[in-house]
């Protein structure tokens, strides 16, 4: 009898460990936390991890706490699929993440083959959101939308310049140069270069040299930071004044350090600002006194996370299958970045991009300011 009694005393034990165990709500972090890249990835990271501390604090969602994991795919796509049947494994529920489309697009295959929801607050190629996925979510925009603003943007104030399109080869660079060139043909306004250059690639005297013969006086680039900051540096360098144009590739303050003085009047293409917003201002002040700037996509971050609570607690649920159609269903949810709704593809209904020039502020340092 006592025997049966301590039988049933542990097993109830075990069950009440088990239980709390399973209580934990398991998210994923997946970007790029190291290589050429990992400006994005931290904004991704200290925007998420921010964000579900307050979560936490409030009571978690529908009563239980989120445990993050942490997934860095160095943005490779190949490194973003070891990184998403990792998650899969470890019994991930919500990734938040990743930050190219590149990474985005294979790993959200993986996630919906296993269950996961995935909220990118930074991958903009169109295809992410248009393949019918039960999962596929993003609080940022898409390319096909930024093109069309860029495009416009170039065809109004650089009618008559010669205009070179060159990107980066990669879903998301090559994606948006294309959507951009699209809006200027419509536009009757044709360029002069469409060419494209290799991720890492350090030397680009040839197509500099190409640009000079075209006479090139505006470049468009679709692409990130990095080679962005090289080409800007090296266009200075040969004496070639242009204007270079881009998009949210290159929201990182790290594009100064790169350039030089040469960022200089740059022009890019990227969301309203949600630090300007004064509802945000104690949250950005926190960031900063933590020593962080939370620049580009923290707050997009921040947001996506405060999207999959809001939408658990609609639901009451944190099935995340449950959790996708109240995304879709139930908002608008409050975030960071405003009152956002989800279309049935998973794109936010937010508003649309605007254009930034770098100015040399105060502190002597460059940075991305709202026209």
Not at 70 to 94: R, T, Y
Not at 231 to 245: E, H, P, Y
Not at 297 to 315: E, P
């Amino acid at each position: 009898m006592k025997k049966s009694l301590f039988s049933g005393v542990a097993l109830a034990a075990m069950l009440a460990c088990s239980g709390s165990a399973w209580a934990d709500v398991i998210l994923g972090i997946g970007a790029p936390l190291t290589g050429a890249n990992a400006v994005y990835g931290a904004q991704i990271q200290k925007g998420a991890e921010a964000a579900i501390k307050e979560i936490n604090a409030a009571g978690g969602i529908n009563g239980e706490q989120i445990k993050i994991v942490l997934g860095d795919d160095v943005s490779d796509p190949k490194q973003g699929i070891s990184v998403a049947n990792k998650f899969a494994a470890e019994g991930v529920k919500f990734v938040i993440g990743h930050f190219n489309s590149g990474v985005s697009i294979p790993a959200s295959d993986v996630y919906a083959e296993n269950g996961i929801l995935q909220v990118t607050p930074a991958s903009t190629n169109p295809v992410f959101t248009e393949r019918d996925l039960w999962n596929t979510f993003r609080t940022c925009g898409r390319d096909d939308q930024q093109g069309a603003i860029a495009g416009k943007y170039i065809a109004d104030h650089f009618k008559d310049a010669k205009i070179a399109v060159i990107h980066d080869k990669t879903p998301y660079g090559q994606g948006l140069a294309d959507e951009t060139k699209k809006a200027l043909n419509e536009a009757d306004v044709k360029e002069v270069m469409y060419e494209g250059v290799n991720v890492g690639e350090k030397d680009f005297s040839a197509i500099i040299a190409k640009a000079k013969q075209a006479g090139v006086t505006v470049i468009y680039w679709g692409g990130l930071h990095t080679e962005a900051g090289l080409i800007m540096r090296q266009l200075a360098d040969q004496g070639l004044k242009v204007q270079f144009i881009s998009g949210d590739g290159i929201v990182s303050n790290e594009l100064a350090s790169i350039a030089g003085d040469a960022v200089a009047g740059t022009l890019n293409t990227f969301g309203p600002d949600p630090r300007a917003n004064p509802a945000n201002a104690e949250l950005v002040k926190k960031f900063r006194d933590a020593g962080f700037e939370p620049e580009a996509y923290t707050l997009y971050s921040y947001a996506a996370a405060q999207s999959i609570a809001a939408a658990a607690a609609a639901a009451g649920s944190n099935d995340p299958q449950e959790v996708a159609a109240a995304m879709k269903e139930k908002g608008p949810f409050k975030t960071v970045l405003g009152d956002i709704s989800f279309d049935e593809k998973g794109d936010p209904k937010l508003p649309g991009y605007v254009m930034y020039e770098w100015k040399k502020g105060d502190d002597g340092k460059y940075t991305y300011v709202q026209q």
